[in-house]
């Protein structure tokens, strides 16, 4: 099984900065066939189901504002919010979707500072 | 709209079953592999499992944690995707998301939640 590693699992941050959140996977998860990374990227507000907002490590999904960000290839990801929202609170999770299982990371909480 | 609506989870004993259900309209259900993911209170995601479509045999696969106890189905006539949940464990308590697949999972149910408890 591919272990997924999120750091740090929290953060606070102040409104406006930046936050960054790394994901490192325990094999790669680039298909040398299409040169795509098999990473996703979920947002979790509180008592809500996960958001789509990243896949192929670094596509934003239809309506995520450009403050997100997804980058990294191979095993090392992060996904960068350029300018911290308070609507930005939530638990970030990064899932590689390379092969089963579908393991995800543990999950980064962010917090206004 | 592309909606998933997840029902039948409640409260049951351990060693108790249980079968969910995820009602998915907005989209051509038949086309789509379909996943279950759960996650337990205060804690992170785990993927259970995920089934493919007609054309690829309605295969399956799950998660170490749940084969064997748990099978994934679905009734593309009936726009349905099933959770069978046999030999229930405390552990299993969660709540119980839908996903369908488009490479990742792009669309989420809001979830239904199961208790194992006596």
């Known amino acids: 099984d591919i272990v997924m590693t999120q750091s740090p699992d929290s953060l606070a941050v102040s409104l406006g900065e930046r936050a960054t959140i790394n994901c490192k996977s325990s094999q790669s998860v680039l298909s040398t066939s299409n040169n795509q990374n098999y990473l996703v990227w979920y947002q979790q507000k509180q008592g809500q189901p996960p958001k789509l907002l990243i896949y192929?490590?670094?596509t934003r999904d239809s309506g995520v504002p450009d403050r997100f960000s997804g980058s990294g290839s191979g095993t090392d990801f992060t996904l960068t919010i350029s300018s911290l929202q308070a609507e930005d609170v939530a638990v970030y999770y990064c899932?590689?979707?390379?092969?089963?299982?579908?393991?995800f990371g543990q999950g980064t909480k962010v917090e206004i500072k | 709209e592309v909606q998933l609506v997840e029902s039948g989870g409640g409260l049951v004993q351990p060693g108790g079953s249980l079968r969910l259900s995820c009602a998915a309209s907005?989209?051509?259900?038949?086309?789509?592999?379909m996943h279950w993911v759960r996650q337990a209170p205060g804690k992170g995601l785990e993927w259970v499992g995920r089934?493919?479509?007609?054309?690829?045999?309605?295969?399956?696969e799950y998660a170490a944690s749940v084969k064997g106890r748990f099978t994934i189905s679905r009734d593309d006539s009936k726009n349905s995707l099933y959770l069978q949940m046999n030999s229930l464990k405390t552990e299993d308590t969660a709540v119980y998301y839908c996903?369908?697949?488009?490479?990742?999972?792009?669309?989420w149910g809001k979830g239904t939640t199961v208790t194992v408890s006596s």
């Open positions: 907005g989209f051509i259900f038949s086309g789509p592999y």
């Open positions: 899932q590689q979707y390379y092969s089963s299982p579908r393991t």
């Open positions: 192929w490590a670094s």
């Open positions: 996903g369908r697949e488009n490479y990742y999972v792009d669309v």
């Open positions: 089934i493919r479509n007609k054309a690829n045999g309605y295969t399956t």
